[in-house]
């Protein structure tokens, strides 16, 4: 249900949080820690979505979580957490905005992707992947030797009907999807089937008594100038920026966060940069027959607090690494983070899906241009990924929501949150009338930019970083990154503290 006395469409990031929060079953009085600088109704991006809000409520909501399972199992009181209106919408942008060694972020876009004609509308491709370059051509009969061009791809997307070629794609491990309207997605199945929060929990074991409790935790718990999430041992399978950017949450806390990715996949710099601060990494490959890469991952997974997994749904199943499997070899309890595209329920939930293919499918383009009443524009896309981060906040705020029931009920645990699930709630918060949200928050994001008490200069393993620090400040503590981005599989697969 709403939250009572107001309509989704009259929240500001406050009532997001205190929605969440509710759902999540945490403690209300928590609520009385938060202060939200700047939050308010206004828009603050460009764009017809209330983009600022949703920044603003998934840090803090994130944030706070954070405290507040400090605070249960160390018997403190919950630390007052601040987040600023303009360093939350800076900070769903962090990806775009980072230099390295002087020079601006790169393209994270692949050369053949984006929009398509189609015979009866258009497809949005997505490439960043060679594997889904590699579909993508393959579907649509075009040679894999280079010499392809975007004109190319829209010559031969222009031969199909959009439903039957996002089918066909998605058949032939290509990702594309149909650009849709609100309409048209509403009459799916799927959307249907798509939780109206974004955030589920659900107990999957009643055994373990649980690491997070303060008998049986590591021996270093967190005092005063440390970090709320001091001790826990996060395992992240992930790529893109969903996923990544939950483990890079509890990161900032103080989680000793393992990014475990696979040395048969392409490294994508322009993104792992900025969404590896904070994490050791280390590469394993889980098909190997003949190494000891799976039964490394296993012990690392037997003794860890939380696994987060941000593949597509079913993949890591498949090797044995269902959250049940998980739970079954964990005595201490675990808790689950799962990353989808779609979520857990519905005809397409295994399938794979990225920000940009939800906002086509889902109807939030072909809204978004017709807020912005461009003439022939038939698409147009949000100003950051806003389903990403948003996801990723919100599964971070699930996970300690989790840890916090796992310290006192003991158990395992799975979160579920999905880019769709996010689409839902963000489109359930409304949408600004007309042009007013292009016109009245055009200003915001050049004025985050220019402040430099949002950045911070650290030393990396590729050079000089000046990225956008957490946003969230939580009194007692500093939260930020300890780890600074280095080559992928660059750490040892252990635990920095010993447990007790």
């Given at each position: 249900?709403?939250?009572?006395?107001?309509?989704?469409?009259?929240?500001?990031?406050?009532?997001?949080?205190?929605?969440?929060?509710?759902?999540?079953?945490?403690?209300a009085?928590?609520?009385?820690?938060?202060?939200?600088?700047?939050?308010?109704?206004?828009?603050?991006?460009?764009s017809?979505?209330?983009?600022?809000?949703?920044?603003?409520?998934?840090?803090?909501?994130?944030?706070?979580?954070?405290?507040?399972?400090?605070a249960?199992?160390?018997?403190?009181?919950?630390?007052?957490?601040?987040?600023?209106l303009?360093?939350?919408?800076?900070?769903?942008?962090s990806?775009?905005?980072?230099?390295?060694?002087?020079e601006?972020?790169?393209?994270?876009?692949?050369?053949?992707?984006?929009?398509?004609?189609t015979?009866?509308?258009?497809?949005?491709?997505?490439?960043?992947?060679?594997?889904?370059?590699?579909?993508?051509?393959?579907?649509?009969?075009?040679?894999?030797?280079?010499?392809?061009?975007?004109?190319?791809?829209?010559?031969?997307?222009?031969?199909?009907n959009?439903?039957?070629?996002?089918?066909?794609?998605?058949?032939?491990?290509a990702?594309?999807?149909?650009?849709?309207?609100?309409?048209?997605w509403?009459?799916?199945?799927?959307?249907?089937?798509?939780?109206?929060?974004?955030?589920?929990i659900?107990?999957?074991?009643?055994?373990?008594?649980?690491t997070?409790?303060?008998?049986?935790?590591?021996?270093?718990?967190?005092?005063?100038?440390d970090k709320?999430?001091?001790?826990?041992?996060?395992?992240?399978?992930?790529?893109?920026?969903?996923?990544?950017?939950?483990?890079?949450?509890?990161?900032?806390?103080?989680?000793?966060?393992?990014?475990?990715?696979?040395?048969?996949?392409?490294?994508?710099?322009?993104?792992?940069?900025?969404?590896?601060?904070?994490?050791?990494?280390?590469?394993?490959d889980?098909?190997?027959?003949?190494?000891?890469?799976?039964?490394?991952?296993?012990?690392l997974?037997?003794?860890?607090?939380?696994?987060?997994?941000?593949?597509?749904?079913?993949?890591?199943?498949?090797?044995?690494?269902?959250?049940?499997?998980?739970?079954?070899?964990?005595?201490?309890?675990?808790?689950?983070?799962?990353?989808?595209?779609?979520?857990?329920?519905?005809?397409?939930?295994?399938?794979?899906?990225?920000?940009?293919?939800?906002?086509?499918?889902s109807?939030?383009n072909?809204?978004?241009?017709?807020?912005?009443?461009?003439g022939?524009?038939?698409?147009r896309?949000?100003?950051c990924?806003?389903?990403?981060?948003?996801?990723?906040?919100?599964?971070?705020?699930g996970?300690?929501?989790?840890?916090h029931?796992?310290?006192?009920?003991?158990?395992s645990?799975?979160?579920?949150?999905?880019?769709?699930?996010?689409?839902?709630?963000?489109?359930?918060?409304g949408?600004?009338?007309?042009?007013?949200?292009?016109?009245?928050?055009?200003?915001?994001?050049?004025?985050?930019?220019?402040?430099?008490?949002?950045?911070?200069?650290?030393?990396?393993?590729?050079?000089?970083?000046?990225?956008?620090?957490?946003?969230?400040?939580?009194?007692?503590?500093?939260?930020?990154?300890?780890?600074?981005?280095?080559?992928?599989?660059?750490?040892?697969?252990?635990?920095?503290?010993?447990?007790?």
């Amino acid at each position: 249900m709403a939250h009572p006395g107001k309509l989704r469409t009259e929240f500001t990031a406050k009532d997001i949080v205190q929605e969440v929060w509710d759902q999540l079953g945490l403690p209300a009085e928590a609520l009385g820690a938060l202060s939200l600088p700047g939050d308010e109704q206004s828009p603050t991006v460009p764009s017809s979505f209330k983009i600022g809000q949703l920044a603003q409520g998934a840090i803090a909501t994130s944030a706070l979580a954070a405290s507040s399972f400090y605070a249960v199992r160390n018997g403190r009181s919950v630390p007052r957490v601040t987040v600023p209106l303009q360093h939350a919408v800076a900070e769903f942008r962090s990806e775009r905005l980072y230099h390295l060694n002087g020079e601006p972020t790169p393209s994270l876009w692949g050369p053949l992707g984006g929009l398509h004609p189609t015979q009866d509308g258009h497809v949005r491709i997505h490439d960043n992947f060679p594997n889904h370059q590699q579909g993508t051509l393959w579907v649509l009969g075009l040679p894999q030797d280079g010499s392809v061009t975007r004109d190319d791809v829209s010559k031969a997307t222009w031969e199909w009907n959009k439903v039957d070629l996002e089918t066909a794609a998605l058949e032939s491990g290509a990702c594309a999807y149909a650009l849709r309207s609100y309409e048209e997605w509403d009459a799916l199945p799927q959307a249907q089937a798509i939780n109206p929060f974004p955030i589920s929990i659900r107990k999957i074991d009643d055994g373990g008594s649980g690491t997070a409790t303060r008998s049986n935790t590591t021996a270093t718990l967190p005092n005063d100038g440390d970090k709320c999430l001091r001790g826990l041992r996060v395992l992240e399978l992930s790529r893109v920026i969903a996923a990544p950017v939950a483990g890079r949450t509890l990161a900032a806390h103080g989680a000793d966060v393992l990014w475990v990715t696979s040395p048969k996949r392409p490294a994508l710099p322009a993104l792992d940069i900025d969404m590896s601060r904070g994490k050791r990494t280390i590469q394993l490959d889980l098909d190997d027959e003949v190494g000891n890469d799976k039964e490394t991952l296993l012990e690392l997974a037997t003794t860890c607090d939380v696994f987060i997994q941000g593949y597509r749904p079913g993949s890591l199943a498949a090797r044995g690494l269902s959250p049940e499997a998980l739970a079954s070899r964990n005595s201490g309890g675990i808790v689950v983070g799962n990353m989808s595209a779609f979520g857990p329920k519905g005809p397409w939930a295994d399938r794979r899906g990225f920000d940009s293919l939800v906002q086509t499918c889902s109807g939030m383009n072909v809204s978004e241009a017709a807020h912005y009443g461009a003439g022939e524009e038939v698409a147009r896309t949000t100003p950051c990924q806003a389903l990403d981060h948003a996801a990723g906040y919100f599964l971070a705020a699930g996970i300690c929501a989790a840890l916090h029931r796992k310290a006192s009920d003991g158990g395992s645990y799975v979160v579920d949150v999905s880019l769709a699930g996010v689409m839902k709630y963000l489109r359930s918060l409304g949408q600004y009338e007309g042009r007013s949200g292009f016109d009245d928050g055009g200003g915001l994001p050049l004025a985050v930019e220019m402040n430099p008490g949002l950045f911070e200069t650290r030393r990396t393993g590729f050079g000089e970083l000046r990225g956008v620090r957490h946003s969230a400040a939580v009194d007692g503590f500093a939260p930020g990154w300890d780890e600074m981005p280095k080559p992928l599989g660059s750490d040892t697969p252990n635990w920095l503290l010993p447990r007790n």
